[in-house]
């Protein structure tokens, strides 16, 4: 079983900056794609960040500049950098993990989710 958990979450005043971290457990063989997506009331999920197992990373535009991802292969982590935060990034963030696993002699391959952690950013 695979689990990711969240921490870093809080509230924080505009212009303000917030880390984010994001380990995974479980029967872990290999991680690929690692994100951070996040979702805020009334809206639907979207990309913020993500990152290749190589470092290769792609952005959301709307935090583009503001926003960095990085990943710890050796700790199955991953961490969102985020500065000059704004009152419209107020969302629950969640961790994505692309991932195989090897269980009991099996490879597997599937995608896992965090709970979340609320980041909420006043003005």
């Known amino acids: 079983q695979v689990q990711l958990v969240e921490s870093g979450g809080g509230l924080v005043q505009a212009g303000g900056s917030l880390r984010l971290s994001c380990a995974v457990s479980?029967?872990?063989?290999?991680?690929?794609?690692m994100g951070w997506y996040r979702q805020a009331p009334g809206k639907q999920r979207e990309l913020v960040a993500t990152?290749?197992?190589?470092?290769?990373?792609n952005y959301a535009g709307s935090v583009k500049g503001r926003f960095t991802i990085s990943r710890d292969n050796a700790k199955n982590a991953v961490y969102l950098q985020m500065n000059s935060l704004k009152p419209e990034d107020t969302a629950v963030y969640c961790c994505?993990?692309?991932?195989?696993?090897?269980?009991?002699?099996?490879?597997?391959?599937?995608?896992?989710w965090g709970q979340g952690t609320q980041v909420t950013v006043s003005s």
């Open positions: 990152i290749t197992s190589g470092g290769s990373t």
């Open positions: 479980g029967s872990i063989f290999r991680i690929n794609v």
């Open positions: 994505n993990a692309d991932a195989i696993t090897y269980v009991r002699g099996y490879y597997y391959g599937d995608e896992y």
